[in-house]
């Protein structure tokens, strides 16, 4: 089936740094969706992006849905400790389910 | 309001058993998919169900995994003649298919544990 490639798969980064991870489909997507999964928690949304270009932004977080619709980005400024976790996108074609990424796991260093 | 909610949140039991694990998804919501995820790893889908449509079964690993919806709401995944590489955290999740932002939200999970 159609999937979502993440990379990188695992990310130290050094706190204050910036980062950026990258959700990559070979195929258009409807739209993508981001999540943030904490150590020992569940994922929760943060973001769908919908349109060609669009620029997206939460505080530090920047996202990106690239103008193919075939890729996204999303890049973290002056990383905290907070960051910490694993972050995954999931893309959707047409009207099929949601399919995940296999996510970026970040860690922060102090 | 509710989020989604699973039960039970630990289930430990000993290979060969069958166990099932329960989701109670936002009222409202059309779509439910089970996810299953071993540690430190991704989100394995498992199923989904939509509305009256036919689930996608596709993710499923075995015939030893099932699941229902009933009336459109509760979901229970079953586990049959559980073997040690099916321990790992259960997620449920549902989503307003249709709506402009058909984000997931996802239950705190049931962590399973095969002996």
């Known amino acids: 089936g159609q999937q979502v490639m993440q990379i990188p798969q695992y990310q130290h980064v050094q706190e204050g740094e910036d980062f950026t991870t990258y959700c990559n489909s070979s195929?258009?997507?409807?739209?993508i969706q981001w999540y943030k999964q904490r150590p020992g928690g569940h994922p929760v949304f943060l973001i769908q992006l919908v349109k060609s270009g669009e620029v997206k932004k939460q505080k530090r977080l920047t996202f990106q849905f690239g103008e193919a619709k075939k890729n996204s980005s999303l890049h973290i400024t002056a990383t905290q400790t907070t960051d910490v976790g694993t972050y995954f996108c999931a893309g959707r074609w047409g009207n099929n389910r949601l399919a995940f990424g296999k996510g970026n796991q970040v860690v922060v260093i102090p | 309001g509710a989020g989604v909610s699973q039960s039970p949140s630990n289930k430990v039991t000993e290979k060969g058993k069958d166990v099932e694990l329960r989701c109670d998804p936002i009222s409202g919501h059309t779509a439910l998919y089970w996810y299953r995820q071993s540690l430190g790893q991704g989100l394995e889908f498992l199923i989904y169900?939509?509305?009256?449509?036919?689930?996608?079964k596709s993710g499923l690993p075995s015939d030893r995994f099932s699941a229902e919806r009933t009336g459109g709401s509760v979901s229970t995944l079953t586990i049959q003649r559980t073997q040690q590489e099916d321990s790992a955290v259960y997620l449920c999740?549902?989503?307003?298919?249709?709506?402009?932002?058909?984000?997931?939200?996802f239950g705190p999970g049931t962590r399973l544990t095969v002996l």
């Open positions: 999740a549902s989503s307003q298919e249709g709506a402009t932002y058909n984000e997931q939200f």
């Open positions: 195929t258009t997507l409807s739209n």
């Open positions: 169900f939509q509305g009256n449509s036919a689930p996608d």
